[in-house]
T-cell receptor, first 112, second 113 residues
Framework: QKEVEQDPGPLSVPEGAIVSLNCTYSNSAFQYFMWYRQYSRKGPELLMYTYSSGNKEDGRFTAQVDKSSKYISLFIRDSQPSDSATYLCAMSGRSGYSTLTFGKGTMLLVSP | DVKVTQSSRYLVKRTGEKVFLECVQDMDHENMFWYRQDPGLGLRLIYFSYDVKMKEKGDIPEGYSVSREKKERFSLILESASTNQTSMYLC????????????FGPGTRLLVL
């Protein structure tokens, strides 16, 4: 079983839709959870960061972590064509060197 | 804002050449990382460094080496480039051990012919 599973997509939605992106993981030691957005031919940029379980909201973006189910989600409200990108989940539980385990990314396409 | 820069956006090299990829961060971060990103395989950690002159192997170090002579600069070296090293190379940094958030550079697309 892979440590982090993420559906590669593509996920195609119309402008204005609510988007749900998800990752599952197997390592119960993970405590830090991140979402990165990566536009084509660019480096990933940090979108959301959460620690342990719960929700975090930032504008149109909401990150949810359910540690009991080993499941994390990113919701995008009122999606825009500019949200079209690949979304990577990342997580870590180790102290010390702070290396991250990444999902392979979900490609999102928002059509006008 | 954290800025991570990489010396080249695109590189074309020949098989057997020695290749240097440079990364510089301007926020006094302790940790620096090199990844490669390939379709279907995602991001894979090659090497990382948590201090000057220190390095640790990641998941796929074979065929690569690194150098960190100054805190702000982390170099990835392909001693003898091969076609299977054609990839997107991403550098990242984080503030210190225990700070999980990593900041990425724009990437270098390397083509080895």
């Amino acid at each position: 079983q892979k440590e982090v599973e993420q559906d590669p997509g593509p996920l195609s939605v119309p402008e204005g839709a609510i988007v749900s992106l998800n990752c599952t993981y197997s390592n119960s030691a993970f405590q830090y959870f991140m979402w990165y957005r990566q536009y084509s031919r660019k480096g990933p940029e940090l979108l959301m960061y959460t620690y342990s379980s719960g929700n975090k909201e930032d504008g149109r973006f909401t990150a949810q972590v359910d540690k009991s189910s080993k499941y994390i989600s990113l919701f995008i409200r009122d999606s825009q064509p500019s949200d079209s990108a690949t979304y990577l989940c990342a997580m870590s539980g180790r102290s010390g060197y702070s290396t991250l385990t990444f999902g392979k990314g979900t490609m999102l396409l928002v059509s006008p | 804002d954290v800025k991570v820069t990489q010396s080249s956006r695109y590189l074309v090299k020949r098989t057997g050449e020695k290749v240097f990829l440079e990364c510089v961060q301007d926020m006094d971060h302790e940790n620096m990382f090199w990844y490669r990103q390939d379709p279907g395989l995602g991001l894979r950690l090659i090497y990382f460094s948590y201090d000057v002159k220190m390095k640790e192997k990641g998941d796929i170090p074979e065929g690569y080496s690194v150098s960190r002579e100054k805190k702000e600069r982390f170099s990835l070296i392909l001693e003898s480039a091969s076609t299977n090293q054609t990839s997107m190379y991403l550098c990242a940094s984080s503030l210190y051990a225990g700070e999980e958030t990593q900041y990425f550079g724009p990437g270098t697309r390397l083509l080895v012919l």
